[in-house]
């Protein structure tokens, strides 16, 4: 299995690309994984939330597989404590066949089409971070979650 990050729009901020990069290449030494860029959409002033959640909509649609197992990542998902987290990766580890794909929509959300094809929502906490931070804190997380399965030190009980 593969796990893949899809993002709309790029990371800005130099430190969270650096720290995004450093837990990225961390969770690579357990299993495969990549992070996908969709590109932020031009002229959104000329668009609504609605038209420019459609527009995301259509571009993430195109990005995924069949067979993908999506997860977007959302604030009305599920919550886990990390410990938590790391079993279901283990599952999902066990019995997605190809990809895992973990969804960061735009500031809008997701379009009920996106919504219409996720598998799972996970929700990361229930206050809200900006889009750049979500991103951090996930890789993190996944990251975690593989120290945690294989029982090293990184996580403390």
Do not use: C
């Not at 899809?6 to 990371?11: A, C, N, R």
């Not at 991103?135 to 593989?146: D, K, S, T």
């Amino acid at each position: 299995m593969r796990a893949t990050l899809l993002l709309v729009g790029k990371t800005v901020n130099k430190h969270f690309v650096e720290l995004i990069d450093e837990y990225a290449g961390r969770v690579k030494h357990y299993m495969g994984f990549d992070i996908t860029v969709i590109p932020e959409l031009k002229n959104t002033k000329s668009l609504s939330a609605e038209q420019q959640k459609q527009q995301e909509g259509e571009l993430i649609l195109k990005q995924l597989q069949t067979g993908d197992h999506v997860v977007l990542l959302d604030e009305h998902g599920k919550e886990w404590r990390s410990v938590e987290f790391s079993r279901w990766m283990e599952q999902k580890m066990q019995t997605v066949g190809k990809r895992l794909v973990f969804i960061i929509g735009g500031p809008y959300g997701f379009s009920p089409e996106v919504y219409a094809r996720a598998n799972e929502k996970l929700s990361l906490s229930k206050m809200t971070f900006s889009h750049q931070m979500v991103r951090l804190i996930f890789v993190e997380q996944l990251y975690r979650a593989m120290t945690i399965m294989r029982g090293e030190p990184y996580h403390h009980e």
